[in-house]
């Protein structure tokens, strides 16, 4: 099992950013009228994901804000999938790219909660 010695590591890490810059080139063609709701929504919850990820590992030295800040990357990434609904009614993007998109935010969500069950694994030991 590889070591992991920095937020950048996690494999949720890699596949929230992944997304977050899909969603961000993807936003990129979004109507102007959308700039400051769905457009800028989007884009801040979707890269929330990730600081609320780095920011919960930079305090693995406290369980108990570990896991809060895991379970706001967990509502971020659920917001996300509001955002992506909106842009899916809006015709903004296809349906098989919001599929893929909301799957990758599920295996997301899922690799947050398993993170946030096992956070003894994760944390520090307490002296």
């Known amino acids: 099992m590889k070591t992991i010695k920095h937020f950048r590591d996690l494999e949720v890490y890699k596949l929230a950013f992944e997304c977050a810059m899909e969603i961000f ?5 979004f109507p102007a009228s959308e700039t400051y709701s769905l457009t800028d929504q989007i884009r801040r919850a979707s890269r929330s994901v ?11 030295k406290y369980k108990a804000v570990f896991r809060n800040k895991i379970t706001d990357a967990m509502q971020e990434a659920s917001e996300t999938q ?9 015709n903004y993007i296809n349906k098989k790219t919001f599929e893929d998109l909301d799957d990758k935010y599920e295996r997301i969500i899922g690799m947050l909660n398993a993170m946030e069950r096992k956070a003894d694994t994760f944390c520090f030991p307490t002296s």
Do not use: I, M, P, V
């Open 25 to 29: 080139q993807l936003s990129k063609s």
């Open 50 to 60: 990730c600081s609320n990820l780095s920011e919960g590992w930079r305090k693995r």
């Open 82 to 90: 509001t955002w992506l609904d909106f842009c899916l009614a809006c």
